[in-house]
Structure formats: structure tokens, C-alpha cells
């Protein structure tokens, strides 16, 4: 994951940079720059557990990752690094404060919302950007509902791009411009879902779970079956794909009990070391212990 990196490794990263203009003489700057996105990209797939390490070392990834690619922007898993970096930092190091602080300080709750949308609206750019560049008028043909196809690299892509705009929907109640973006936020998760529906370990069906819920003709069992097709893809590990359902059907249903459970379980998992989703599942326990201290204000 992009977040996971840290800058005592990144660093050793920016030593082609600076070699780049001197090698250009009897190497292709370009082909120096290829070898630093796969670098990066490859970095943004490291596992990480520990939350304050993957903050600290997130500013200097994304920002180094954003400047390569810009002479990239046609290497696909750097920028489906950086989008899905800023769409976490965003979720995990940002909106979750806001979360926390709305009872007790709405003023810094909402600005710090204000500074996720952004993040996130970042995180849906440089996915459809890539997207973009790799298919011509995709975001276009987006629009008007014509079919597309993804190859099987582009899927992070379009799920990436889908997380973060429906992460900036959501906090964009406000603007209704934005909120009209949904249909083709979900339309750009449906191409991911019908290219590899297991992608993600069950992250991808978390997302049309939660997509589900949010359309205005969703249908609860849909989602109910997204949700639980997740957990089955994530094989018991995923602690989103719990904390997902818990807040997607169990919280509007009114049901405590379940909410309560799922949340438990999400809590329990332990990923073992190594695994790809431990910064994800450690972002989602402290979301899940967050929701269970909050329960009696939620129901």
C-alpha cells in the first residue's frame, strides 16, 4: 500500500533522480524515470502495521510518487499507487479524525473534511487520468454510458478511482454537482468488479456493498450479498469487509447486536506478518474499536 513506505527506504529512491540529468548523456533519462516509478510502485505494495510509521512516511511518498509520474503518466501501477494513497491517507489519517472530533469540536470536524475531499478528489484524478491516457475519451465515454473494457492491470485503477470519489461524494453533501457523480463512480467500480470481481482480498465487493447502500434504489439485499462475498473473498482476514457490513447493514437496519459482533470480529483478526492487508486491517480494528465506544450514540 502506498502509506506503508518508509522515508529511511524511500530516500534511497531519490538517488537515480539526482543521477538521472548526469546518466542522460549515455542513458535515456526516460528509461532512468521508468526504473524509479517501478521502484515506487513497488514500495506503495509494502506491508506496514504500524499506523504512525505509514503517516510519517506518507507525505514524502506521495509527494516524491506524484512528481515521477507526472513523467510517467503512463505507468499504471505508479499511479494506482499514488491514487490509492492519498484515498487512504485520506480515509485513514484524516477523515476518521474528523470523525472523532465531531462531538466535541464541529469546526476543526469540518475543516479537516474539507482537507479529505481534497485528498480524495486527488486520488480520483490521477486514476482517471491514468485511465485517461491509456484509453483515450475513457472518462467521456464514462459519462454517457458506453461500454468499456478494463485490461487486467487497469482494475486498481478504477478501484481506486472509485474509492475516492465516493469517499469526496460523501463529503460533499453540499455540492450537488458532486453528489450527481455518484452513478459514474459506481459505473467506474461495476468495470472493476466485471474485470476481477476477488480483487483485493474482498476490498473491491466491500466497495459495491457500501456503493449499494449509497445508490437511492439500492437494494439491501444486494449489498447484504456484497458484503458477505467479501468476507468470503477476504477468508476471515479482511477487517474491512466486517466493519463494512457492520456500518452498511447492520447500522441502518438498527440492529446493535449484530453491529456490535461484526465489529468484535473485525477487532480479533490478526494479519499475519507479511500479509498485504495490515495497514488496512490495523486502520479498520482502530475504526472498529472507535464504532463500539460510540454505539450508544449511534443507536
Given at each position: 500500500?502506498?502509506?506503508?513506505?518508509?522515508?529511511?527506504?524511500?530516500?534511497?529512491?531519490?538517488?537515480?533522480?539526482?543521477?538521472?540529468?548526469?546518466?542522460?548523456?549515455?542513458?535515456?533519462?526516460?528509461?532512468?524515470?521508468?526504473?524509479?516509478?517501478?521502484?515506487?510502485?513497488?514500495?506503495?505494495?509494502?506491508?506496514?502495521?504500524?499506523?504512525?510509521?505509514a503517516?510519517?512516511?506518507?507525505?514524502?511518498?506521495?509527494?516524491?510518487?506524484?512528481?515521477?509520474?507526472?513523467?510517467?503518466?503512463?505507468?499504471?501501477?505508479l499511479?494506482?499507487?499514488?491514487?490509492?494513497?492519498?484515498?487512504?491517507?485520506a480515509?485513514?489519517?484524516?477523515?476518521?479524525?474528523?470523525?472523532?472530533?465531531?462531538?466535541?469540536?464541529?469546526?476543526?470536524?469540518?475543516?479537516?473534511?474539507?482537507?479529505?475531499?481534497?485528498?480524495?478528489?486527488?486520488g480520483?484524478?490521477?486514476a482517471?487520468?491514468?485511465?485517461?491516457?491509456?484509453?483515450?475519451?475513457?472518462?467521456?465515454?464514462?459519462?454517457?454510458?458506453?461500454?468499456?473494457?478494463?485490461?487486467?492491470?487497469?482494475v486498481?485503477?478504477?478501484?481506486?478511482?472509485?474509492?475516492?470519489?465516493?469517499?469526496?461524494?460523501s463529503?460533499?453533501?453540499?455540492?450537488?454537482?458532486t453528489?450527481?457523480?455518484l452513478?459514474?463512480?459506481?459505473?467506474?467500480?461495476?468495470?472493476?468488479?466485471?474485470?476481477?470481481?476477488?480483487?483485493?482480498?474482498?476490498?473491491?465487493a466491500?466497495?459495491?456493498g457500501?456503493?449499494?447502500?449509497a445508490?437511492?434504489?439500492?437494494?439491501?439485499?444486494?449489498?447484504?450479498?456484497?458484503?458477505?462475498?467479501?468476507?468470503?473473498?477476504g477468508?476471515?482476514?479482511?477487517?474491512?469487509?466486517?466493519?463494512?457490513?457492520?456500518?452498511?447493514?447492520?447500522?441502518?437496519?438498527?440492529?446493535?447486536?449484530?453491529?456490535?459482533?461484526?465489529?468484535?470480529?473485525?477487532?480479533?483478526?490478526?494479519?499475519p506478518?507479511?500479509?498485504?492487508?495490515?495497514?488496512?486491517?490495523?486502520?479498520?480494528?482502530?475504526?472498529?474499536?472507535?464504532?463500539?465506544?460510540?454505539?450508544?450514540?449511534?443507536?
Amino acid at each position: 500500500m502506498p502509506i506503508t513506505a518508509t522515508p529511511a527506504r524511500l530516500a534511497r529512491l531519490v538517488a537515480p533522480l539526482l543521477l538521472a540529468t548526469g546518466l542522460s548523456a549515455c542513458s535515456p533519462t526516460q528509461l532512468v524515470m521508468r526504473g524509479v516509478a517501478d521502484q515506487l510502485a513497488a514500495q506503495g505494495q509494502s506491508s506496514e502495521d504500524d499506523l504512525e510509521l505509514a503517516r510519517d512516511a506518507s507525505a514524502f511518498y506521495l509527494k516524491l510518487s506524484e512528481s515521477v509520474l507526472r513523467q510517467q503518466p503512463r505507468h499504471a501501477p505508479l499511479a494506482a499507487a499514488v491514487a490509492g494513497g492519498f484515498t487512504q491517507y485520506a480515509y485513514a489519517f484524516v477523515a476518521f479524525e474528523a470523525d472523532r472530533l465531531e462531538a466535541t469540536d464541529a469546526k476543526a470536524a469540518q475543516r479537516l473534511r474539507e482537507r479529505a475531499a481534497r485528498l480524495y478528489l486527488r486520488g480520483r484524478d490521477h486514476a482517471l487520468t491514468a485511465l485517461e491516457a491509456a484509453q483515450p475519451g475513457f472518462r467521456a465515454q464514462l459519462a454517457a454510458g458506453r461500454p468499456l473494457r478494463l485490461e487486467p492491470e487497469q482494475v486498481a485503477l478504477a478501484y481506486w478511482g472509485a474509492a475516492s470519489w465516493g469517499g469526496l461524494i460523501s463529503l460533499s453533501k453540499d455540492d450537488p454537482d458532486t453528489v450527481a457523480d455518484l452513478p459514474l463512480a459506481i459505473a467506474l467500480a461495476q468495470l472493476a468488479w466485471r474485470t476481477d470481481p476477488g480483487f483485493g482480498n474482498g476490498s473491491l465487493a466491500g466497495l459495491m456493498g457500501s456503493f449499494e447502500v449509497a445508490r437511492p434504489d439500492g437494494s439491501r439485499q444486494q449489498a447484504l450479498a456484497y458484503f458477505d462475498e467479501a468476507l468470503r473473498l477476504g477468508n476471515g482476514r479482511n477487517a474491512g469487509a466486517f466493519v463494512g457490513k457492520a456500518e452498511g447493514i447492520a447500522q441502518p437496519a438498527g440492529d446493535k447486536a449484530a453491529f456490535l459482533d461484526l465489529l468484535q470480529q473485525a477487532v480479533a483478526i490478526q494479519a499475519p506478518p507479511g500479509s498485504p492487508l495490515a495497514l488496512s486491517n490495523e486502520v479498520m480494528r482502530r475504526r472498529a474499536r472507535w464504532l463500539i465506544e460510540s454505539a450508544d450514540d449511534l443507536f
